[in-house]
């Protein structure tokens, strides 16, 4: 006889850690699933064994305060596991998923998916030259095992985290050859009512370009990376400024560097949500399209709940107070008493005004496809530039679906997430279209890549019954 979950929660970050900790004072039986091989998501990210002993930050702290929480609070974990397939079966959810190099399935009468979000490419030329990597990706470098991107690194993009990035790598005993944002002074300050709700995130925010200017760090606003130098290695980049509308215009100024940290912002992740049957809608200031849930979690499908960045990106801490609406909503599904809190409903508004300001400010000012020439790489899965891309949208392919289907655009191991708006923004220009016309391409399972032979399982080929050859 199969076993069971009452609830389970996909995504260990902010939301579904949180989420976890709630289910896990009630009377049922819950599991908390992440990729990770241990809890935390990207901002809580757990530090390497091997550097364990290293000077604590406000995120270590926290992510070691949640792992503790849960080692504390018995909710059973399953670690190092990749869910790649998520779809209703009669009365039960059932979750597909990968551990060890092997395929399971879990049952589970409500699910909260609290899958993050993924961070957006920028496609310029050299953009893919080894040196190369998201902010994202310089982020876990530091949490994780306090590695520096290169000796001498431009840090470029938009929001909050170009300055975090920045800031620890000096931290970190490296050099920064330049900070460089679409973001203006103005748009900052045009945010600046929504920050006060965080004082204490305003005032870090603050110290960290404090930091840079006291320091010399040239502090590049209004600018972007038009280009990457270097064949095997970054050697370089090109700095262009912006006009009000985010064009680039003339004069262009070099920078030598043997890295590069480019950022394209922060856009939820919708796919598992969207393989369930939930619906997406593009909502531009909260990072693009985003799957439909209500404030509590709940979603048109029955015993379905989302929780954190994929409805929208609002940051850490509002997800942390959504994880917990979220899960008394999944225990009132299951018939657990659990009463919402309209202290906590508006604690997390509150932390959404701040998080949202943040996203809009993150979003960038330069269209990033603006910035790519004909022979700039835009799919990197398949090495597709944007020249090829807008041959097939000529020919007819106007949708992401039809690019998907006709150049393999979004059918490599990332599954389209660092090519999706791209290729939705270059349908959109040859279209004359608004983007929030051009949906991503359909979500097809595995969301995660997985060997066909965990799917398979163990046989033996001798055993498989093989008719006969017919005769001639």
């Known amino acids: 006889m199969r076993d069971i979950v009452d609830i389970s929660i996909v995504g260990a970050g902010p939301a579904g850690a949180t989420a976890a900790l709630v289910v896990g004072q009630a009377e049922c039986r819950s599991l908390l699933i992440d990729e990770q091989g241990q809890a935390g998501g990207q901002v809580w990210r757990a530090k390497d064994r091997s550097i364990l002993s290293a000077p604590a930050t406000p995120e270590s702290r926290s992510g070691d305060n949640l792992r503790e929480r849960l080692a504390a609070s018995g909710v059973r974990q399953m ?265 906590l409903e508006r604690a997390y508004r509150r932390a959404s005004r701040f998080g949202e300001a943040m996203t809009v400010l993150s979003a960038l000012r330069a269209d990033p496809i603006g910035l790519a020439t004909p022979d700039t790489i835009v799919c990197r899965c398949e090495s597709l530039t944007r020249r090829t891309i807008e041959v097939e949208i000529e020919s007819g392919a106007v949708s992401s679906n039809a690019v998907k289907s006709g150049q393999r655009a979004g059918m490599g191991p990332c599954g389209g997430k660092y090519c999706q708006s791209s290729v939705a923004r270059l349908i959109a220009l040859h279209e004359n279209r608004a983007l929030s016309e051009i949906a991503p391409p359909t979500p097809r399972p595995p969301i995660r890549p997985v060997p066909v032979s965990a799917l398979a399982g163990d046989f033996d080929y001798d055993d498989l019954p093989m008719p006969k050859p017919a005769p001639l």
């Open 79 to 343: 670690t190092d596991t990749r869910v790649w397939q998520i779809e209703r079966q009669g009365e039960h959810w059932v979750i597909h998923t990968l551990r060890n190099g092997a395929a399971g399935r879990l049952h589970s009468r409500a699910v909260i998916l609290a899958t993050g979000a993924r961070e957006e490419a920028q496609p310029v030329r050299g953009w893919t030259t080894p040196g190369v990597i998201g902010l994202a990706g310089a982020t876990a470098l530091f949490k994780q095992s306090i590695r520096l991107p290169g000796r001498a690194s431009v840090v470029a993009g938009a929001g909050p985290l170009v300055f975090f990035v920045a800031s620890e790598i000096r931290r970190l005993g490296g050099t920064v050859a330049a900070v460089v944002t679409p973001n203006t002074r103005a748009d900052w300050l045009a945010r600046l009512p929504s920050m006060v709700a965080r004082p204490d995130l305003l005032w870090r925010g603050g110290r960290w370009v404090a930091d840079l200017m006291l320091a010399g760090v040239p502090i590049y606003w209004g600018h972007a990376v038009k280009s990457v130098s270097g064949d095997d290695q970054v050697t370089g980049v090109t700095l262009c400024r912006l006009a009000a509308d985010g064009t680039p215009l003339p004069g262009d100024i070099g920078i030598a560097a043997d890295s590069v940290c480019l950022g394209g912002g922060l856009a939820p992740s919708t796919e598992a949500a969207q393989l369930a049957g939930v619906a997406i809608r593009y909502r531009p200031e909260l990072g693009g399209w985003v799957s439909e849930a209500e404030l509590d979690g709940s979603t048109a499908r029955e015993g379905l709940f989302l929780a954190g960045d994929g409805c929208g990106i609002r940051g850490a801490v509002a997800a942390e107070l959504h994880g917990q609406i979220v899960a008394r909503t999944a225990l009132r599904h299951i018939g657990q008493a659990s009463a919402s809190d309209p202290a």
